[in-house]
């Protein structure tokens, strides 16, 4: 799947981007307690889309990196749209 394919609410999402930014990681309090959660933004020659990172998804992750993220989802926060890897997704490295 392409990024600009990417829909509000898409569940079982498969696609591959390269990091172009992230954000400084910040510490938030959810419901399973204290994380840490960062914004990176993943594009392909498509478009872009901000991918939520939680807690060692962070660490795992640089700016350049091609990833893949398998079986995530979309959601919408503050208007914007947002894919996450979630319970059940995985996210992969890609090696160059």
């Known amino acids: ?13 498969t696609v591959t981007g390269k990091v172009s930014k992230i954000s400084e990681p910040k510490n ?11 914004e990176a933004t993943i594009e392909d020659e ?6 939520n990172l939680w807690n060692e998804q962070i ?3 640089k700016e350049g990196d091609t990833v ?3 079986n995530g989802y979309v959601n919408t926060y503050r208007g914007v749209k947002r894919l996450n890897v ?4 995985e996210l992969h490295v890609k090696e160059e």
């Open 68 to 70: 893949e993220v398998v």
């Open 46 to 51: 498509t478009g872009s889309i901000i991918l």
């Open 59 to 61: 660490d795992m992750v």
């Open 86 to 89: 979630g319970r059940y997704g």
């Open 1 to 13: 799947m392409k990024i600009a394919e990417i829909k509000e609410d898409s569940r079982k999402v």
């Open 28 to 38: 938030v309090n959810t419901t399973r307690g204290e994380s840490r959660v960062a």
